[in-house]
């Protein structure tokens, strides 16, 4: 039974295998030119879907926990009829219904169960964790059944599955029921189950205690001169003296113009320190429990077990790619660094370079060798103009219309809501949601949250998606528009190809619908899209000065693309730093500390060191969101990414003919077809990597 990315507090990332979550922005950000609505009035003004979502968004406490349990209820009756029959009695016709009542199931239970990510009621964030809770064990419960699993084994054996789509569902659940335990003896399955629900329990109570987290840090008046007007306008005062969220909101703010190496260290040891020790500890406790998982599971480690069911398939293969990588790029890493010290020491500030100084003096390097300013970029990009934009961009390649629904039923004030239908035939296709702005309590990156997939319902009827993009870009400074740096257009452009992806596939089955596609694949469709936001063409689009309504001009774009490549080395060391930290923690055994290892790991692979004291790992939440021995897919799937960019580079950025067969070859299959497959049904050959390894400044 596939649960939503909501259900499973993703994210992103894409979130969420996309799990969304798309994902949310890496445990340390790494570099300064990256960072991680009001309503986006410019929508065109076409006629719009009623707001028919069938979701209900305002239920009590005691009312979400009602329809809870009546989900559970139901689905359990459901599926006790179905699974009457003996599994050699039957066929494709048996296995469709059981994957109805399971998307029944999801969809009846995708608000109560995703509400505590996203409610500014704290009474309705807490019946939601206790729904999300059941939904969890229900749902462990169904994927270890091992009546379910026997049908699906008898169905593939009878072969009586319609192809491609129906012999793809039947092989996912049969894959599924092996990697849940469904075919162990009965206490062995149960042990399966109980640590299943406690892995669930252990990252759902990680991302609560994220997601909690209120760390400030005091920066006094003096300390404060060098930050902007606008960002000091956001901040509350204690005394004369600041205090500064630590968040990823305020990361690349704070840190890009703080001009004292003291409060910048101050802060990066705070931004390593969230979650604090009790979710290292729960990290601790998780990698123990899949560990164990694993072995009962025939596996050799957690990390075997979850690629078991990836494009990657061993983690050797993973080890290679990272080794790569690790090695061509750390001495382009290490020079980086060395450089950026000359830089420092000649600007009067003598001493080694520490990592809490690499962004500040890699922005003051940025500025006056490229003379580019983060604060004069942030200008040309409003929030309004840029929604507009973007809007227009995937309207033109995709061939869909959007239309802002005039009075959103939504979680939460401020939440706007859309519907989409195919321009060409005018035919409905679903909504989505915008929710862009923090608030206290709510999911504290930036993700798609698929909330609710398409698929064909048992009248025949297709059920029209539902899908959201929760954020937290800075508020407004008062009398501006709130205003973007560049890096925050890209997220939402990579986060918005999430949503098309969740809402434009026609896969006929919750299981294999849009961004159920294999993990490691399900970034590659939004990071080419990022590769959009590198073309002058597009940045034209995308940016109007709030002031003058200008877009940037030629020379300001050129210098932007002339530093894409300023700090790869770092960036793609330390990404692959990431990669290796998840891979190892969990393919080492159930005792392998996670702080030590990091902090080994990190002096080995990266120019820097870690801050002692400090533990990054427990605000490493893709490690407990769905990204457990599957970090390494934002680099696997890049691969993919930067080869499908190339026919857009060929034949058009905005060739309407490419966007289409973009759509119908990438997006609408979702997973009932293998990532291979979409990616030589598109470019007309297979994938080569070359395009990869030349965008990263490796020979291939």
Same mark, same amino acid.
């Given at each position: 039974m596939r649960r939503s990315t909501i259900q499973s507090a993703m994210l992103a990332m894409v979130m969420l295998a996309a799990l969304g979550a798309a994902p949310p922005a890496s445990p340390t950000p790494a570099a300064s030119n990256g960072s991680p609505a009001p309503a986006?009035?410019?929508?065109?003004?076409?006629?719009?879907?009623?707001?028919?979502?069938?979701? /209900?968004?305002?239920?009590?406490?005691?009312?979400? $926990?009602?329809?809870?349990?009546?989900?559970?209820?139901?689905?359990?009756?459901?599926?006790?009829?179905?699974?009457?029959?003996?599994? $050699?009695?039957?066929? *494709?016709? $048996?296995?469709?219904?059981?994957? /109805?009542?399971?998307?029944? *199931? /999801?969809?009846?239970?995708?608000?109560?169960?995703?509400?505590?990510?996203?409610?500014?009621?704290?009474?309705?964030?807490?019946?939601?964790?206790?729904?999300?809770?059941?939904?969890?064990? *229900?749902?462990?419960?169904?994927?270890?059944?091992?009546?379910?699993?026997?049908?699906?084994?008898?169905?593939?054996?009878?072969?009586?599955?319609?192809?491609?789509?129906?012999?793809?569902?039947?092989?996912?659940?049969?894959?599924?029921?092996?990697?849940?335990?469904?075919?162990?003896?009965?206490?062995?399955?149960?042990?399966? $189950?109980?640590?299943f629900e406690r892995i669930a329990d252990l990252e759902r109570d990680f991302a609560l205690q994220l997601a909690g987290d209120q760390t400030t840090i005091t920066v006094s008046a003096s300390e404060a001169k060098s930050l902007t007007p606008d960002f000091l306008a956001t901040l509350k005062k204690s005394g004369s003296s600041y205090l500064v969220p630590v968040n990823e909101s305020t990361y690349e703010q704070y840190m890009l113009s703080e001009s004292s190496s003291a409060a910048r260290k101050r802060f990066v040891t705070a931004y390593n320190m969230r979650g604090g020790l009790k979710n290292v500890e729960r990290l601790q406790q998780a990698v123990a429990a899949r560990d164990e998982l694993a072995h009962l599971l025939g596996y050799s480690s957690w990390a075997a077990y979850q690629l078991d069911a990836k494009m990657a398939k061993t983690p050797e293969r993973v080890e290679t790619l990272l080794t790569t990588i690790s090695t061509k790029l750390l001495p382009k890493a290490d020079s980086e660094v060395a450089a950026l010290g000359s830089f420092k020491n000649g600007e009067g500030s003598p001493g080694p370079i520490q990592r809490w100084d690499y962004a500040y003096w890699e922005n003051k390097l940025v500025e006056k060798k490229y003379a580019v300013n983060d604060r004069l970029v942030r200008e040309y990009f409003p929030v309004d103009h840029v929604i507009a934009s973007v809007f227009t961009i995937y309207q033109t390649l995709l061939g869909v219309t959007f239309a802002q629904i005039p009075q959103a039923d939504a979680w939460a004030p401020g939440v706007t809501e859309y519907s989409i239908t195919d321009t060409a035939s005018g035919k409905p296709i679903g909504w989505f949601y915008l929710d862009l702005y923090p608030r206290p309590g709510k999911y504290n990156h930036f993700a798609n949250f698929p909330i609710r997939p398409g698929r064909v319902l048992p009248d025949g009827t297709y059920q029209k998606p539902v899908s959201a993009i929760v954020g937290n870009w800075p508020v407004a400074a008062p009398g501006k528009p709130a205003l973007l740096s560049h890096e925050d257009v890209i997220v939402f452009f990579h986060e918005f190809g999430h949503l098309m992806h969740s809402t434009l596939s026609i896969a006929p089955y919750e299981t294999l619908y849009g961004t159920a596609v294999r993990p490691d694949f399900v970034e590659a469709p939004s990071q080419m899209l990022e590769n959009f936001m590198w073309q002058p063409s597009i940045l034209k689009m995308v940016s109007s000065n709030y002031k003058t309504g200008e877009p940037l001009p030629d020379d300001l774009i050129q210098k932007m693309i002339a530093l894409k490549h300023v700090d790869d080395g770092y960036q793609w060391s330390t990404q692959a730093f990431y990669a290796q930290y998840d891979m190892t923690i969990h393919s080492s055994g159930p005792n392998i500390n996670v702080n030590s290892t990091w902090f080994d790991l990190q002096k080995k692979m990266t120019p820097f060191s870690g801050i002692p004291g400090t533990y990054p790992e427990a605000g490493f939440d893709h490690l407990m969101g769905g990204y457990d021995a599957g970090y390494y897919g934002y680099l696997w799937s890049r691969v993919y990414a930067q080869d499908i960019f190339t026919r857009f580079q060929r034949e058009g950025l905005l060739n309407p003919t490419v966007g289409m067969a973009y759509r119908k070859d990438i997006l609408e299959p979702g997973a009932s077809v293998e990532p291979d497959v979409l990616v030589q049904n598109f470019l007309g050959r297979p994938m080569n990597p070359d395009a990869f390894y030349q965008d990263i400044g490796i020979s291939p």
């Amino acid at each position: 039974m596939r649960r939503s990315t909501i259900q499973s507090a993703m994210l992103a990332m894409v979130m969420l295998a996309a799990l969304g979550a798309a994902p949310p922005a890496s445990p340390t950000p790494a570099a300064s030119n990256g960072s991680p609505a009001p309503a986006a009035s410019a929508a065109p003004a076409t006629p719009s879907l009623p707001a028919q979502t069938g979701l /209900n968004w305002h239920e009590t406490p005691d009312q979400l $926990t009602a329809s809870c349990d009546a989900a559970i209820a139901q689905a359990r009756a459901a599926l006790a009829k179905i699974l009457t029959i003996q599994p $050699t009695a039957a066929t *494709f016709t $048996t296995l469709a219904a059981i994957e /109805n009542a399971s998307a029944n *199931f /999801n969809d009846a239970t995708a608000v109560q169960s995703g509400l505590y990510l996203l409610s500014p009621d704290a009474a309705v964030r807490k019946a939601s964790q206790g729904c999300s809770q059941k939904v969890t064990d *229900f749902t462990v419960e169904m994927s270890s059944d091992p009546r379910i699993y026997a049908v699906a084994q008898h169905v593939a054996q009878v072969g009586d599955a319609p192809a491609p789509a129906g012999a793809k569902l039947d092989e996912y659940y049969v894959i599924g029921g092996k990697r849940a335990g469904a075919g162990l003896d009965d206490a062995t399955r149960k042990k399966t $189950t109980q640590l299943f629900e406690r892995i669930a329990d252990l990252e759902r109570d990680f991302a609560l205690q994220l997601a909690g987290d209120q760390t400030t840090i005091t920066v006094s008046a003096s300390e404060a001169k060098s930050l902007t007007p606008d960002f000091l306008a956001t901040l509350k005062k204690s005394g004369s003296s600041y205090l500064v969220p630590v968040n990823e909101s305020t990361y690349e703010q704070y840190m890009l113009s703080e001009s004292s190496s003291a409060a910048r260290k101050r802060f990066v040891t705070a931004y390593n320190m969230r979650g604090g020790l009790k979710n290292v500890e729960r990290l601790q406790q998780a990698v123990a429990a899949r560990d164990e998982l694993a072995h009962l599971l025939g596996y050799s480690s957690w990390a075997a077990y979850q690629l078991d069911a990836k494009m990657a398939k061993t983690p050797e293969r993973v080890e290679t790619l990272l080794t790569t990588i690790s090695t061509k790029l750390l001495p382009k890493a290490d020079s980086e660094v060395a450089a950026l010290g000359s830089f420092k020491n000649g600007e009067g500030s003598p001493g080694p370079i520490q990592r809490w100084d690499y962004a500040y003096w890699e922005n003051k390097l940025v500025e006056k060798k490229y003379a580019v300013n983060d604060r004069l970029v942030r200008e040309y990009f409003p929030v309004d103009h840029v929604i507009a934009s973007v809007f227009t961009i995937y309207q033109t390649l995709l061939g869909v219309t959007f239309a802002q629904i005039p009075q959103a039923d939504a979680w939460a004030p401020g939440v706007t809501e859309y519907s989409i239908t195919d321009t060409a035939s005018g035919k409905p296709i679903g909504w989505f949601y915008l929710d862009l702005y923090p608030r206290p309590g709510k999911y504290n990156h930036f993700a798609n949250f698929p909330i609710r997939p398409g698929r064909v319902l048992p009248d025949g009827t297709y059920q029209k998606p539902v899908s959201a993009i929760v954020g937290n870009w800075p508020v407004a400074a008062p009398g501006k528009p709130a205003l973007l740096s560049h890096e925050d257009v890209i997220v939402f452009f990579h986060e918005f190809g999430h949503l098309m992806h969740s809402t434009l596939s026609i896969a006929p089955y919750e299981t294999l619908y849009g961004t159920a596609v294999r993990p490691d694949f399900v970034e590659a469709p939004s990071q080419m899209l990022e590769n959009f936001m590198w073309q002058p063409s597009i940045l034209k689009m995308v940016s109007s000065n709030y002031k003058t309504g200008e877009p940037l001009p030629d020379d300001l774009i050129q210098k932007m693309i002339a530093l894409k490549h300023v700090d790869d080395g770092y960036q793609w060391s330390t990404q692959a730093f990431y990669a290796q930290y998840d891979m190892t923690i969990h393919s080492s055994g159930p005792n392998i500390n996670v702080n030590s290892t990091w902090f080994d790991l990190q002096k080995k692979m990266t120019p820097f060191s870690g801050i002692p004291g400090t533990y990054p790992e427990a605000g490493f939440d893709h490690l407990m969101g769905g990204y457990d021995a599957g970090y390494y897919g934002y680099l696997w799937s890049r691969v993919y990414a930067q080869d499908i960019f190339t026919r857009f580079q060929r034949e058009g950025l905005l060739n309407p003919t490419v966007g289409m067969a973009y759509r119908k070859d990438i997006l609408e299959p979702g997973a009932s077809v293998e990532p291979d497959v979409l990616v030589q049904n598109f470019l007309g050959r297979p994938m080569n990597p070359d395009a990869f390894y030349q965008d990263i400044g490796i020979s291939p």
